[in-house]
């Protein structure tokens, strides 16, 4: 029975078995963090309902960058946000009529489908802060989360 569930080298099965779970264990415990989301401020590029992975050591050797859809811990361990960063530390963010600018010049977007006339007066960001909204902005302002936030909130890129 042993040779059916172990094969031929029962030695080398196990080498390989202990490798695959000590990877898992490495990929799943420090390097990629599941992310079930829910709500519908990423769409169309993320569904609700849908399970993604973001990447936590995507900014282990550099910083977040504009356009990355990234994963924010908001509260505790497991509640993370899916957000996409428009406006860099010390940048000046305003949203006019739904389009974001930076510096004074609109951010071309490819992400965002539809454009709800929102309107965010200019305000400059901090060392370290980041701006980020959802994709969908045709939902209301009122009923999406965005704003700025801290780069020690940023969890890690999400992979797709």
């Keep these: 029975m042993t040779h059916f569930i172990l094969g031929r080298n029962p030695r080398l099965t196990l080498i390989r078995a202990s490798a695959l779970i000590v990877s898992a264990i490495v990929l799943f415990g ?36 504009r356009g990355d859809a990234v994963a924010i811990r908001m509260a505790g361990e497991h509640v993370v946000y899916v ?52 994709d969908n902005r045709a939902m209301a302002a009122q009923n999406h989360d965005f704003g700025t936030t801290t780069r020690a909130r940023v969890v890690g890129k999400m992979l797709f």
């Design 30 to 65: 420090f390097v990629l963090l599941p992310v079930r989301l829910h709500g519908i401020s990423m769409l169309p590029t993320y569904n609700d309902g849908g399970l993604n992975f973001a990447n936590r050591a995507a900014y282990w050797w550099r910083e977040p960058a």
């Design 83 to 134: 957000k996409r960063i428009v406006g860099l530390p010390r940048e000046r963010i305003a949203i006019i009529a739904g389009v974001v600018l930076v510096n004074d010049e609109p951010l071309v977007e490819p992400a965002v489908v539809y454009r709800a006339p929102w309107n965010v007066p200019a305000f400059t960001l901090g060392d370290g802060e980041y701006f980020l909204i959802g």
